[in-house]
């Protein structure tokens, strides 16, 4: 399986900076990174600071999420079919929430195939002290990158006192207290702060998955045994917990012969019929989505 890091943050944080840092340390660890980009704009600026040794696939005009998740799995399929790598960095848009970022990666299709590690959020030190000047959306979605994160890079310190930065670390610690915080300037973070995160382990057996030890986010891959009743499925849907976020992949109904294509999100359920036999899998992305009991389920996987 290949590690998959996401650099989230918001935007002029420093995500790039990291990414040229990360890939010139992973080249002298003798690893060969591949990386994907996720920008807004048309031109791909960001992706011209990675050296042309490394496969690189672009995003433009669009966030990873939503209809984005689609292309996205088809670039994640591209480089896993035609490129040879060792490592995947995705670096997504400032614009980009974390968790629609880490449901795009992870997949049913790539259950067996990719190791998510987490997601590093680069937090602008110098924007959070500033943070109530920025509109409540903005300042919300600066908030939820890095409450959401596996390890914060508390970049641009710089630029602030020794008593901004205590209190600029004591702030975001509040926020996120089971992320490591590590202060940088040009977000020059040690290779090994990364690779000693704890990875998403996939089973296709009935066992634990989470991403990050004692982390809050993770991840759930279930597998059905058995076709499912839609109703009741819909049911427990709508009962499960607020901190339940995310669901896609293929769940087998009873009286049809291939399972259904089923997303959910944000309280909404989609079904879409399938024409092939597609292996009956679901992953579910929340916090602590190792405490609910899956429909149908035997035991908790």
Known sequence: MKDVYLL?????????????????????EGLKPAVIMNELGK?????????????????????????????????????LEGEEF??????????????????AVLSPYFASRLNMKGIITVADCKRWIDRDKMTPQ???????????????????????????????????????????IIQTSNAKLPLKMITNLEATYFSQEIQPAAIGKQLSLS??????????????????????????????????????????LFQYAYGMVQWLPEYIKMHPQIVIIGDQVESITIIGSAQND
């Open 138 to 180: 903005t300042r919300m979605l600066f908030m939820e990158q890095i409450k959401h994160a596996h390890l914060i890079v508390a970049n641009k310190v710089d630029l602030l006192s020794d008593n901004e930065i205590a209190l600029v670390t004591l702030q975001i610690q509040g926020l996120n207290s089971h992320a490591p």
């Open 8 to 28: 989230s943050g918001f935007l002029g944080s420093g995500k790039t900076s990291l990414l040229s840092h990360l890939i010139e340390q992973l080249k002298a």
């Open 43 to 79: 031109l791909p600026f960001d992706s011209k600071s990675v050296d042309e040794d490394v496969p690189i696939k672009e995003m433009l005009e669009g966030c990873i999420c939503c209809t984005g998740a689609e292309k996205m799995e088809a670039q994640l399929q591209m480089l």
């Open 86 to 103: 060792d490592v995947l960095l995705i670096e997504t848009t400032g614009a980009a929430h974390p968790v629609e970022a880490m449901d």
């Open 219 to 260: 991840s759930r891959l279930h597998t059905f045994t058995e076709p499912v009743n839609k109703d009741e499925f819909e049911k427990w849907v709508k009962e499960l917990p607020d901190t339940i976020y995310r669901m896609k992949g293929y769940v087998p109904l009873k009286g049809h012969k291939n399972p259904f």
